[in-house]
């Protein structure tokens, strides 16, 4: 059973006295451990459809079940409840409390799951470490450059360890460089955990760390673009 199963999904909204289709008929599997890549130009569907499989938006048709739950028939409370067990996400403006530490930030949404503060603070001094600021944790965000400041908020996104991580445009705000690195230590970690990545973005390069490249136009799937396996590249020179 895929992770995710989203089938004639459907967004309408109206402006003035026109229907805009934001979505049209989305059907989609997504495997447990895979990364989704949507990319496509302002307009084209692809933040509309990352919003509605974080619950953040309510579709006009169609349905979105994570297994044996169905996301679209949950009030905004159990929505809630699955977010704070399940997901994770990265932003583009890194969304870091101005007057809280790195250590700080990143434990912030260990409480909502009602850990204990010690274990807070050893779960948020590890993940971190392991994104390579085990110096920063106890800045604040505007004692850090940009690049740090969006691997404080992917620790913050992996510390609770969910099966889903949503990442809208995180390497928008950074240069080539630092994209690259922010993107090979995203990889890293969900590839170490077996978890989910679904990422917005609208620059191709970053397409290149994706299982799976979704080209999306006027709300529809215009394209998959898969990326070959190890076997599959070794198989295809053999012939």
Known sequence: MPLIEIRNLKKFYKVGGSIIKALDGINLDIEQ?????LLGTSGSGKSTLLNMLAGLEKPSKGTIDYG???????????????RNINVGFVFQ???????????ENVALPLTFKGINPKERKRMATEI???VGLKDRINNKPNEMSGGQQQRVSIARAFVGKP????????????????SFEV????????????????MVTHDDEMTEFADRTLFMR?????????KLTIDEVLKDDQR
């Not at 451990?33 to 890549?37: D, L, M, P, Y």
């Not at 099966?163 to 445009?169: P, R, S």
């Open 218 to 226: 006027d709300g529809k799937i215009d394209k998959i673009h898969e």
């Open 33 to 37: 451990g895979e990364f989704v890549a």
């Open 68 to 82: 044996n739950i169905r996301l679209t028939d949950l009030s905004e409370e159990q929505i809630t409840k699955f």
């Open 128 to 130: 971190l470490t392991e």
């Open 183 to 198: 993107m090979n230590l995203v990889k890293k970690i969900i590839s170490e955990n077996n978890q989910t990545l679904i």
């Open 163 to 178: 099966k889903i991580i949503f990442a809208d445009e995180p390497t928008g705000n950074l240069d080539t460089r630092t």
């Open 93 to 103: 403006s890194y969304n870091l409390l101005p007057y809280l530490t790195a250590l």
